[in-house]
């Protein structure tokens, strides 16, 4: 049966919801809360900040990540920055501006109040990362220096250098470190929740296995929170990180969460092109790139020539040609769409004929080397390491990449899940972005969900909850883990031909060709029957070698590519049902006559919510109301 | 067209942290130069599972050189060849065809081998647990620019926060000590205005750490600097040693 969700917006005007809403809450007397254990799966932005933020207010924390420590969790890769509405600059930003262009930038498929907040609490973040002594670039006077970011008119965004992601990262990191120091957070490393184990319709621990042994443990919380990442590599090749995956939250989605908006993936448009098959991810390069580079392919199809030996004539700058008035810095969603088209007009430059050339040649004659390289030459530099090329002499070649998933686990105001007790912090959940994410908001998104959100809304559960104690010898605890195993030695036995990686690939060829950058009813139904087809064999014919009692990555990746795979058919079943086109998701058939996206507010205005069932999956959808801006279409001609 | 390259590979093997390893040699007939290193090893992988044998276990996940959790010892040289790279970022066209490449994981008392080339780095974990930390609770915070920071020192931590705690410059160390590692975070908080009220129990409780992870002290080889993939000065040790010396006194 399809329901409609509630999110559970608090009353009141929309500046006025998260202070009626701490205003109104429960709390948990401080002495109350070490009798509370809660689970924290992830130590990336969100689930690293979540956790040391709850272990200074007294909770009774335990903390788990994949890797072999908390530092390594993959916010540790972000670039560019986080933004803050703080107004440094006086150039007139406030916080209704930063809402304003997140829920516009999201093409009007996010929730306004989730958002407002976001905007709120970005200015606590800064104020809390300086604190730790997060080295922010900074001005001679001493201040804060900001930059300028895509789908914004104001310099808001704070980096460090171009490790922004690893210095607030290393930051939430030590505070972390500090309270396992103190014994009020439990660490393990090297440990993959596998299960998440429900009693009395509540969640209530996690069975995880260790990674080095292969042993399964059991841990009870009062509450779990879920900050496990995107599930971008889905498409085999993206930008994630190799071990980032969907396993947690998946697991989590069939006991219970509904999974949102699965088919909104954001694809960004400069990344290093694929070399080979045996490429194994794929480089992003800064968008901030796009200010000085030229995009252009060859006017004709299979032209081989050098790019240097292209006269101007022959070359094609197409987002010059087609958005006059953006040019080259269209958003990311625009930017890639016609990289693709131009490459599928057999336009493409390089070795495979996937790429298109980004040219700082002009930027260089009217600035001179020193001043790009003083703006890029960082971006330079890893270019030449991993192609061999020298982008001041040849043009560079870029192409689209998988980057991040706006989707996820769906959430109340509270980041609650549907299954009570479950959290679910960070790009893990479906909620802040809507159907495409602006540069710089996902930082300020884990940390505003793990230092400032989640302290008052897991409080609120707490408090209003009767939490009996549970013991790990519950029959729900004995059953996830026998299931958990169950498939481990599945996996080990089937001993087929195919290795994990080339059931990844395939599935991921899938994907990105149906549910990448454009995406048909027909090719989507073909994916459905593709990916569908792919797990049945995955099942009969993949090769897993080794034991499970020792260290074994590939057994790791096989159970992560099962998941992978029953993922991969929601998405196309997703993006098959909402026949519109918004931010990332583009379907063909809904397009303005000049091929750009069109949305239909009056049918799709919500979140598709999607329930796991042993019949399969079930709609359900939240409304959003948008009661404090304008639906108004983008247009960037 | 991408040129094809046959590379010879001898590889340490270790079944567990108390098995006897040995090396394993094997070849890889289709490299090619655009791979990068672990993709290699990728290759070598699958072909082993094709062949019913187990993979090399290696650890890795960011794949462009900032996580820290590959690193290997190529050749004798941690990392490999190419100054300032992570091991994930290099790539194969920096060899020829019919190259061997020996491969071994990190080796350090403070650093025990799980398998093959994967070692377990939580020491590190515990010597920031240690002190490499400001005591901020969540909230606590004032407005970001009432801490001005002079623009130069503010450059300077961040050169030394770059650290990726990857390990390499234990293993580059003939004393296997965990100097650079640990100054690095010394020097970048003791660059800072935040956190000074607590930098004399910072230094010594990290150095004290140290020692009992069993890293060595320094010798100043500067094996460490040249291995670094971030490039970190060994100046950070000469803070962490005045730091330290400072605190001594009281």
Known sequence: MSTVLDPKIPAGPLKEKWDNYKNTIKLVNPANKRKHTVLVVGTGLAGGSAAASLAELGYNVKSFCIQDSPRRAHSIAAQGGINAAKNYPNDGDTIWRLFYDTIKGGDYRSREANVYRLAQVSNNIIDQCVAQGVPFAREYGGLLDNRSFGGAQVSRTFYAKGQTGQQLLLGAYQAMSRQIGAGNIEMFSRREMLDLVVVDGKARGIITRNLVTGEYERHVGDAVLLCTGGYGNVYYLSTNAKNSNVTAAWRCHKRGAYFANPCYTQIHPTCIPVSGDYQSKLTLMSESLRNDGRVWVPKKQGDTRRPQDIPEEDRDYYLERKYPSFGNLVPRDVASRNAKMATDEGRGVGETGLAVYLDFKDSINRLGRDTIEARYGNLFEMYERITGENPYEVPMRIFPAVHYTMGGLWVDYELQSTVPGLFVLGEANFSDHGANRLGASALMQGLADGYFVIPYTLGNYIANQSLPDVSTDADAFGEAESAADARIQKLLSVNGNKTVMEFHRELGRIIWDQVGMSRTAGGLRQAIDQVSALKEEFWQNVCVPGEPTTYNKNLEFAGRVADFLELGELMARDALSREESCGGHFREEYQTPEGEALRNDDEFTHVSAWEHTASGHVLHKENLDFENVQLTTRSYK | ?250
């Open chain 2, 1 to 250: 067209m991408a040129h094809s390259m046959n590379i010879t590979l001898k590889v340490w093997r270790q079944a567990g942290p108390d098995a006897q390893g040995g090396f394993e040699t094997y070849s890889v007939p289709d490299a090619n130069e655009h791979m990068s290193f672990l993709e290699l090893l990728d290759v070598l992988n699958e072909q082993l599972i094709k062949e019913g044998k187990e993979p090399v276990e290696f650890d890795h996940d960011c794949r462009e050189g900032i996580c820290g959790s590959c690193g290997v010892v190529i050749d004798g040289v941690a990392h490999g060849p190419q100054q300032r790279t992570a091991c994930c970022q290099l790539h194969m066209r920096h060899y020829k065809d019919g190259d061997t490449i020996v491969i071994e994981p990190w080796r350090a008392e403070g650093f025990p081998i799980i398998k093959d080339l994967v070692v377990d780095r939580q020491a590190f974990d515990r010597i920031i647990a240690a002190g490499g930390y400001v005591s901020v609770n969540t909230g606590a915070a004032q407005d970001a620019n009432s801490i001005p920071i002079p623009k130069d020192d503010a450059d300077l931590a961040m050169d030394y926060a770059t650290c990726i705690g990857c390990g390499a410059c234990v293993a580059a160390c003939p004393n296997a000590s965990a100097s650079l590692f640990t100054a690095a975070k010394i020097a970048q908080l003791s660059l800072l205005p935040q956190g000074a009220p607590e930098r004399t129990m910072r230094v010594t409780n990290m150095v004290d750490q140290m020692a009992k992870e069993g890293f060595g002290d320094c010798s100043n080889h500067a094996e460490c600097e040249a291995v670094c993939p971030k490039g970190i000065s060994i100046s950070a040790i000469a803070t962490m040693r005045r730091e330290y010396m400072k605190a001594m006194r009281g």
